[in-house]
C-alpha cells in the first residue's frame, strides 16, 4: 500500500497564503465592520455541496488562524475522505467578524485543492483494475505547485517531478537540439546524476527502438494512438517502464490503460479541474469565543 501522501512544508505555500489574503482583505473587510460589532461570537462550518475528495483542511485551519488566532478550529473529517452533498468537513468558532473576514480565502484554498483531488480520483477510478497508474504534470498554477501536486495524491494519482532540478525527461526539443534520440539518450545517461531517472518522449515505435538500444529504460509515449501504443507494449514493456501522455480524457483514459501502458500523465488534472463547490454557513446557535481581539494580519 502507498504511504499516505505528506502535507506540503508551509515554506512552499504560506507565501502563497499571504498574498491571497492580503489581496481579498487588503486593509480591512468594510462589510464586516459596518454589520458586526467587533466581539460578536458565533459558529460556522464549511461543508461540501457536491460529491468530493477532500483536501486541503490544513490550509483552511492555517486561513482563519492567520485571520484570527483566538478562532477555534474543528476539522470534522481529513484529507482524502469522500464527502456527500450538505456534509460538515470544518467547524469554526470565535468572533463573527473574523470568520467573516477568512471565509473566501480558506473556501478557494479548499475548493481548488479538493478540486483537483476529486478530478484525480475520477481518473484513478476509471483505470481501476488495470495496473496503470494516474500521473500528473508540472502543468500546475504558478505559485500552486506543492500544494496542486499533493492535491493530485490525496486523489490516488502519482506525483512525478517537481521541476526541472529533480527528473530528467528529453522531450521532443531537447531530442532535436541534441541530433536525434540515441545521441539525446546517450549524453544524458552519461551524465545523469546518479540518483536521476532518464525518461525520454517518443513519438513512434522507431523511436522507442532508438530510444531502448542505447539505453533508455523509461519511455514518455507522447500523443500516441492507442494501437500504436499496443505496438511499443508488446515490444518493450519488459524493458522500460512505459508512460503514455496526450490526448487523454475521462471518456478515453480507460482504452489507453488496456493497452498495456505502466503510467498514464495527465495535465488536466490540475490544470482543468474544476473547483469543488464547497461553502460556509453560519450555525443557528453561537458560540462564545475565547475571548481577546486580535486585529488582521499573518503571522510569518
Not at 504558478?142 to 532540478?165: C, E, F, Q
Request: one cysteine or more; proline letters at 4%; hydrophobic letters at 45%.
Amino acid at each position: 500500500m502507498d504511504a499516505a501522501p505528506v502535507f506540503p512544508a508551509a515554506r512552499t505555500w504560506r507565501p502563497l497564503l499571504e498574498l491571497a489574503l492580503s489581496e481579498d482583505i487588503g486593509s480591512g473587510d468594510v462589510t464586516g465592520a459596518v454589520v458586526l460589532g467587533r466581539d460578536d461570537p458565533g459558529r460556522s462550518v464549511v461543508e461540501a455541496r457536491q460529491d468530493l475528495v477532500v483536501c486541503g483542511l490544513e490550509l483552511v485551519e492555517a486561513v482563519f488562524r492567520a485571520v484570527d488566532p483566538t478562532l477555534v478550529i474543528r476539522c470534522l473529517t481529513r484529507d482524502g475522505q469522500l464527502a456527500t452533498p450538505g456534509e460538515p468537513l470544518v467547524e469554526v468558532s470565535g468572533r463573527l467578524v473574523s470568520i467573516l473576514a477568512a471565509e473566501r480565502t480558506a473556501l478557494n484554498f479548499l475548493g481548488r485543492t479538493s478540486g483537483i483531488a476529486t478530478h484525480t480520483r475520477r481518473f484513478v477510478n476509471a483505470v481501476a483494475g488495470t495496473g496503470a497508474r494516474i500521473v500528473d504534470t508540472r502543468k500546475t498554477l504558478p505559485g500552486w505547485r506543492s500544494l496542486d501536486k499533493y492535491a493530485t495524491a490525496i486523489g490516488g494519482g502519482v506525483n512525478h517531478r517537481m521541476g526541472l532540478y529533480d527528473g530528467i525527461l528529453l522531450k521532443d526539443n531537447h531530442v532535436a537540439a541534441a541530433g536525434g534520440v540515441e545521441l539525446a539518450v546517450k549524453n544524458a545517461l552519461s551524465r545523469a546524476p546518479a540518483a536521476l531517472r532518464v525518461q525520454v518522449e517518443v513519438e513512434n515505435l522507431e523511436q522507442a527502438r532508438a530510444a531502448v538500444e542505447a539505453g533508455a529504460d523509461f519511455l514518455l509515449l507522447d500523443n500516441m494512438s492507442p494501437r500504436a501504443m499496443r505496438e511499443v507494449v508488446d515490444e518493450f514493456a519488459h524493458r522500460a517502464i512505459l508512460e503514455a501522455t496526450g490526448g487523454v480524457g475521462l471518456e478515453n483514459v480507460r482504452e489507453i490503460a488496456d493497452t498495456g501502458v505502466h503510467r498514464i500523465s495527465i495535465g488536466a488534472l490540475t490544470h482543468s479541474a474544476p473547483s469543488a463547490d464547497v461553502a460556509l454557513e453560519l450555525a443557528d446557535d453561537s458560540a462564545e469565543s475565547d475571548g481577546g481581539s486580535a486585529p488582521w494580519g499573518v503571522p510569518r
